[in-house]
């Protein structure tokens, strides 16, 4: 898929696993909105892909040095050793031994290494016959990133979103910011159904449940046939032992999803605590069926097989 902005070409791809782009294009404009022409006048396209060959390459620039590409990259992710003399996770908002923040780990893509991987466009030698010597290596492209961090921070930048200015004294402060900043999307995008259930699942992390459940429930309002959703919620219901509420949910994620191994085999548990060992071996059977390669359903239903054995003699 591309994207006109200009004369820049946006190209994306979509990650896969569990990885994300945590920048997009428009963030990308705004970056190279505030920066003069003649530091970004040979840009002609940003590509987000996916080859951080596991998170060891943030982005890169082409052969020709007219084009850029910023990296797909896990959704928690410390960029601690990627620093350079000179840097502090502080600085971008995050903390030191822990995981970086969302908006933390955007700010320095876009901050650090948007910047640097522009640093290696800038021309150094002229008259140079080779690419190798014309243009700016790692050296030169770090000055160029710190260089321009340090001048678009020198003042503040009028932006709802807070990751175009150095981290604030609450930001830095923030016993939670990976909560906050969900919360600040959420405000941004109310009727986002991923975003609530992202923010169910942090709650439910935080073992924050009632929080958890309104946050799924809000999810689901939008967008009921979510399995993960159902899935999600069934599974809250049956922490809280509500059995017959949690087969409601898994029944109707494993309608949404019957070659899913996941919704079976929580019917099967869910039936399983109720007592009736029948259908919740049935389920189990089900699960190993739609995905024979997976062990751990095969694993319960040879538990199950064994159990029941035993229980009926």
């Keep these: 898929m591309q994207k006109a902005a200009g004369n820049i070409r946006f190209s994306v791809l979509a990650p896969g696993c ?5 920048i997009g294009a428009d963030d990308v404009r705004i970056v190279l909105s505030r920066l003069p022409i003649e530091a970004k006048d040979r840009l002609r396209a ?11 390459i943030l982005g890169y620039v082409n052969r020709g040095r007219r084009e850029i590409a910023l990296c797909a990259l896990p959704p ?13 996770p502080q600085q971008f908002g995050a903390t030191r031994g822990r995981q ?19 640093g290696h466009l800038q021309i150094i030698d002229e008259k140079a016959t080779s690419i190798r010597r014309k243009f700016a290596h790692e050296t030169r492209a770090e000055q160029f990133a710190t260089h321009w961090c340090k001048s678009l921070w020198s003042e503040p930048f009028e932006h709802a979103d807070p990751v175009h200015n150095p981290p604030s004294k609450a930001e830095l402060s923030d016993p ?23 923010l169910g699942k942090a709650y439910s992390d935080r073992r924050l449940r009632e929080n958890a459940r309104i946050a799924f429930e809000k999810s689901l309002v939008l967008d009921p046939d979510n399995p993960w959703t159902n899935l999600y919620l069934g599974n809250w219901h049956y922490k809280g032992e509500n059995n017959l509420e949690a087969i409601r949910f898994f029944l109707h994620a494993a309608e949404i999803v019957p ?8 019917l099967g548990d869910a039936y399983w605590r109720d007592g009736d060992r029948t259908t919740g071996l049935a389920h189990y059977r089900k699960a190993v069926e739609v995905e024979p390669k997976d062990k751990s359903v095969r ?15």
Excluded at 299 to 313: E, V
Aim: charged letters at 30%; proline letters at 4%.
């Design 18 to 22: 569990d990885r994300v782009h945590h």
């Design 76 to 88: 928690r992710i410390s960029f601690t050793r990627a620093l350079v003399r000179g840097q502090s």
């Design 176 to 198: 939670d910011p990976e909560l906050t900043e969900m919360l600040r999307l959420i405000g941004i995008r109310p009727d986002d159904a991923d975003l609530h259930q992202k």
């Design 299 to 313: 694993r319960i239903l040879r538990s199950a097989i064994l159990f029941k054995s035993a229980d009926s003699s």
């Design 46 to 56: 940003v590509h987000f892909n996916d080859r951080s060959r596991g998170g060891r």
């Design 100 to 118: 970086w923040p969302p908006l933390a780990i955007r700010r320095f893509m876009l901050y650090d290494v948007l910047l640097h991987e522009l």
């Design 259 to 266: 070659d899913r191994a996941i919704a079976w085999k929580c």
